[in-house]
């Protein structure tokens, strides 16, 4: 991450590191390029990128890269946000991330609509196309959720009981 905010900040970008105290203070990342906000944890970490960023792209990475992905596509499938997650996928680093996403998808664990909350492309370039070009598209169920008090406002009782008794002879007892 070094290298690309370098690189923005020199051509005249506003670069946010977005750091928690802890990772700051435990000298665990170099010098922050541009404006630096310590927040106290990850999670912090996670909405205050939300609310200072368009977009998010992904570079290749580790775990805490997959981690962050993953929740703020989880925050978009919910229609928290409406923002464009890419994939840069340099070299086809995420080829095998995406062609798991499409045999989720396939197999229906996640609809269409949350797998399409990914973007990837091969450059910059194609990624920045990509971006511009995105159009969000909520699934019909989290469509309906309303987020702007804090909490889920249309509350449903889940119906968690097991349902398998009658299929197996057995007698159900609640």
Not at 93 to 102: H, T, V
Request: overall charge negative; hydrophobic content about 45%.
């Amino acid at each position: 991450m070094r290298c690309v905010s370098t690189a923005a900040h020199v051509e005249g970008s506003l670069v946010l590191g977005i750091i928690p105290t802890a990772l700051a203070e435990g000298n665990f990342v170099g010098k922050t390029i541009g404006e630096e906000l310590r927040v106290p944890t990850m999670q912090d970490r996670i909405s205050k990128m939300l609310d200072n960023s368009d977009a998010f792209i992904a570079l290749p990475g580790g775990i805490g890269t997959l981690e962050e992905i993953f929740q703020i596509a989880s925050w978009a499938q919910l229609n928290i946000h409406h923002k464009p997650i890419g994939l840069l996928n340099v070299d086809g680093f995420f080829n095998k991330l995406l062609s798991f996403l499409d045999q989720a998808e396939e197999e229906n664990f996640i609809p269409h609509s949350a797998r399409h909350i990914f973007i990837s492309a091969s450059t910059a370039e194609g990624m920045v196309d990509k971006l511009e070009d995105f159009v969000y598209k909520p699934d019909p169920v989290a469509a309906q959720l309303d987020w702007s008090k804090g909490n889920i406002s249309k509350k449903r009782k889940m119906d968690l009981s097991l349902h398998l008794f009658g299929k197996m002879g057995l007698t159900s007892q609640p």
